[in-house]
């Protein structure tokens, strides 16, 4: 893997080059900041000509390593206005590193209003006219772009979200099946391709080798280790396939940090309505499928099949973050709502939680009534359609909690807030004020301690020890993140003593190098550094790394606040 | 003294026996350790326990209107 693809949107030519030495042990984020750092101008308009998309497989996808299939999209931010790493699985990460290709770097924008469809394969890049895709939702892109090129096709597109440019599109990705199941989905960057004109971009690695790690049997031994680790934990091994994420509803509402009804309380009375038990049992009874990988080479498999009352499949990753958002936040208990919101959500091409925190501003802002499931998926589907109402939505949770002029709106740096009550799982508050993403829970997963109790055990509801486990967490994500392997893994690894070895151990072998568990580290700690120079470059203080004052209410059922100092909050990325 | 239990995923099915739905009659001083055993919790599937939404150790004693809520291994993100 050693190709940097250069695509020129406007002249519509590539081409490839070897990456500088000091870019050669980067992939997956690290790789996607550097090059965001390096090459986009902090200050330029993110729909501007001056932007660009990087996707880079990870430093191990493409190999037999378990769960290393995930993906890195970056650019400018246009939610945030900072940079963006947006992280996803589907075919297009192992099929770029069979390709050779360490990162695809998408630059310039044509001047006209004709879409184009990339097609990448072994053989070169072609341009292909694509004003029949367009206006298509994610569903109709895919199924024809593997009714022409063939199934198993990596795509990765865009909705009418995308094509509309709003704030909270998606860059959505095939699944195994066929379905837009997976998605780049938060901080915007569905926008930034459809400021290109690329609807779609269909990888096919058809007649490439499966990538060969330079000491092969090294590589094969801790691999086989590797898959036993993450199958044997019993939350990796047991709880994420048989329940997915959306047992976190019980888990969470039962600790007291589901934020419910635009983060008033801690706790959703009608949980149990939306919970993973209940979405177990009702799949189980409708002939969908429990547990699928978003990836092939997945172990865990946390994703499924969900199917409506008909017996027919409506969504897959159907995921606790977008259960709660268009659930407990918006005051919707009825799991077949959701679960249409999040099927036209992919659909449409924007994130679940920015789309689902926008929703339940809208009911702040009396636009619609709290609860009401219907006008929930009414305002959803007016997304698609161009409607003014639905672009406000579709720009995410910031812009319409501002066009409707409420002053509640859990956002850091616009980004919307996810599912974990920063008050009360505070690990995973400071992760949402620090790290440079805007409110993200995976870029620094305190849930891990504060609740799950994975990884050490840590007070939720005090301060003590939280900046530690929010600036650790970050660094190992950063870390996870470049090396392509899905934050699950996070599990077992937090909870073993050679977990985190293996990774090391897994890329000597198959880079033939000697680094130590330092230098890997360093790896996630210089990504932070380059992307927190990236936002202060593109006008961002420390001021901006902090909670809105919302959260200095009190929150039932724990009488928490949030109390953390600036200088603690400053201190968390602090690397000397 | 009457305490609210709560099990979830694969605990759920030793919900059934209880007196009323949910709720359980206990002596005084009894334990989170004394529940596991009422109710016949395979120990190995216990790992998570909160009481009124606090984590809580095995030796925790319980007080009247406590809610109990069990999870075996989960997680998710
Ligand atoms: S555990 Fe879930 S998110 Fe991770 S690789 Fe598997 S299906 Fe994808």
């Known amino acids: ?576 | 003294m009457e305490i609210e239990i709560k099990l979830f995923a694969t605990l759920r099915p030793y919900l059934k026996g209880l007196s009323r739905e949910g709720h359980l009659d206990v002596p005084d001083e009894t334990t989170v350790a004394d529940i596991v055993e009422i109710l016949q919790l395979p120990a190995e599937q216990v790992r998570l326990v909160f009481v009124n939404g606090r984590h809580a150790s095995r030796e925790h004693i319980l007080n009247p209107g406590d809610r109990v809520g069990i999870f075996p291994p989960v997680g998710g993100g």
Not at chain 1, 37 to 60: F, Q, R, Y
Not at chain 1, 240 to 252: E, Q, S
Not at chain 1, 354 to 376: F, H, R
């Open chain 1, 1 to 576: 893997m050693n190709k940097i693809l250069r695509i020129d949107t406007k002249q519509k030519g590539f081409s490839y080059s070897e990456p500088e030495t000091r870019l050669a042990l980067m992939g997956g984020r690290a790789l996607t900041s550097r090059i965001v750092m390096d090459e986009v101008p902090p200050t330029c308009h993110p729909l501007s000509a001056d932007n660009k998309i990087i996707i880079a497989p990870g430093l191990l996808s493409g190999t037999t390593a378990a769960n290393s299939g995930r993906l890195s999209i970056g650019a400018k931010s246009p939610l945030t206005g900072g940079i963006k790493e947006s992280n996803a699985g589907g075919l297009v990460s192992q099929k770029l590193a069979r390709l050779g290709i360490k990162a695809i770097i998408l630059e310039d924008k044509p001047e006209g209003d004709d879409y184009s469809l990339i097609h990448i394969t072994k053989d070169g890049v072609k341009f292909i006219p694509a004003d029949d895709l367009v206006g298509m939702t994610n569903s109709e892109v895919i199924t024809t772009l593997w009714e022409r090129f063939g199934e198993k096709v990596g795509v990765a597109c865009i909705g009418p979200a995308g094509e509309q440019r709003l704030t909270g599109a998606s860059i959505q990705l095939a699944d195994p099946k066929g379905n837009p199941g997976r998605a780049a989905g938060r901080g915007g960057l569905g926008a930034v391709m459809g400021s290109k004109k690329i609807k779609a971009m269909v990888i096919d690695d058809a007649g490439c080798e499966r990538v060969k790690p330079a000491n092969k049997e090294a590589f094969s031994g801790v691999a086989k280790k590797w898959a036993k680790l993450l199958t044997s934990h019993p939350v990796s091994g047991q709880g994420l396939p048989a329940f997915g994420t959306a047992i976190l509803v019980n888990v969470v509402n039962e600790a007291g940090g589901m934020p419910t009804k635009n983060f008033r309380t801690g706790r959703f009375d009608k949980a149990e309505n939306i919970s993973g038990e209940l979405m177990a049992e009702l799949i189980e009874k409708r002939g969908g499928i429990i547990k699928e990988g978003c990836h092939p080479g997945c172990v865990i498999k946390c994703s499924q099949a969900y199917h409506d009352k008909n017996g027919d499949y409506l969504t897959s990753g159907f995921e606790y973050e977008t259960i709660w958002a268009f659930g407990a936040h918006c005051l919707i208990d009825d799991l077949d709502a959701i679960a249409e919101m999040d099927r036209l959500c992919d659909d449409i091409g924007v994130d679940t939680i920015d789309t689902g925190v926008a929703i339940g501003i809208a009911m702040e802002g009396g636009l619609i009534e709290w609860g009401d499931k219907a006008g929930a998926i009414d305002l959803v589907n007016k997304i698609r359609t161009g409607d003014p109402m639905g672009k406000i939505i579709g720009n995410g949770a910031a812009f319409t909690g501002q066009a409707l002029g409420v002053d509640r709106i859990p956002v850091v740096k616009k980004q919307a807030l996810p599912a974990y009550d920063p008050r009360a799982v505070k690990g995973v508050g400071v992760t949402y004020a620090t790290t440079p993403m805007g409110a993200d829970h995976t870029a620094g997963y305190g849930v891990c301690q504060n609740i799950l109790k994975v990884g050490g055990d840590v007070d939720a509801l005090k301060k003590e020890g939280n900046i530690d486990v929010s600036k650790n967490l970050q660094v190992a994500t950063a870390v996870l993140d470049a090396a392509g392997l899905c934050i699950f893994v996070a599990f077992p690894v937090l909870d073993s003593e050679d977990g985190f070895g293996m990774i090391v151990d897994m890329l000597n072998a198959r880079y033939g190098v000697n680094l130590t568990a330092d230098d890997v580290l360093a790896i996630g700690i210089n990504t932070l550094e380059t992307e927190k120079a990236f936002n202060r470059a593109a006008g961002f203080t420390k001021h901006d790394d902090r909670l809105p004052a919302m959260f200095k209410e009190n929150l039932e059922p724990h009488n928490v606040t949030w109390d953390f100092t600036d200088e603690e909050l400053d201190s968390t990325l602090n690397f000397g």
